[in-house]
């Protein structure tokens, strides 16, 4: 099976547009459009350096009552909308996010994951750009995801109700 590729992705929006869906949305269908590709000269590297930084304490996680926190942390809490970030330099990737976060709290999503990869700039910079304002402000709670779901390599984000 081929990807759909975002051409075409584009072509079926705009054949849907004045069509009323009989259900919400599906996950896949949350997920993130593709950013525009930048030409590789003006793509930015950061630092070889970059060391992860630690996630929020977890004063974060006593937010949520104790049964979703336990179900968060054991990984059998239903997985709502996802965004898998490889392949993507830190520009695309950071801008990806912001939209996938924010798309999915619209959509009235609640846990979600974000995929980072094991090692890399990008294991390292998601947890400081979640902790910046916009992105913060939306978030409840962030938890390492559990094996099944890549463990170290991705994060839970437990989003706040959109009010």
Avoid: C
């Amino acid at each position: 099976m081929r990807a759909v590729k975002h051409e075409e992705r584009a072509l079926w929006r705009e054949t849907m547009r004045g069509v009323t869906p009989l259900r919400p949305a599906a996950p896949e269908e949350i997920a993130a459009e593709p950013p525009k590709r930048e030409s590789k000269s003006r793509r930015v590297r950061a630092p070889a350096t970059s060391a992860p930084l630690p996630l929020r304490s977890a004063k974060t996680i006593d937010a949520l009552d104790r049964r979703t926190a336990a179900r968060l942390k054991r990984g059998t809490l239903p997985i709502e909308a996802k965004l898998d970030l490889h392949g993507m330099t830190q520009a695309e990737a950071h801008d990806a996010l912001t939209r996938f976060i924010a798309r999915a709290q619209k959509h009235g999503s609640r846990a979600v994951l974000v995929i980072t990869g094991k090692s890399g700039v990008l294991h390292g910079a998601v947890p400081r750009w979640l902790a910046e304002g916009e992105n913060r402000a939306r978030i409840l709670a962030i938890r390492r995801a559990h094996a099944q779901h890549g463990g170290e390599g991705a994060l839970y984000l437990m989003l706040r109700r959109k009010r």
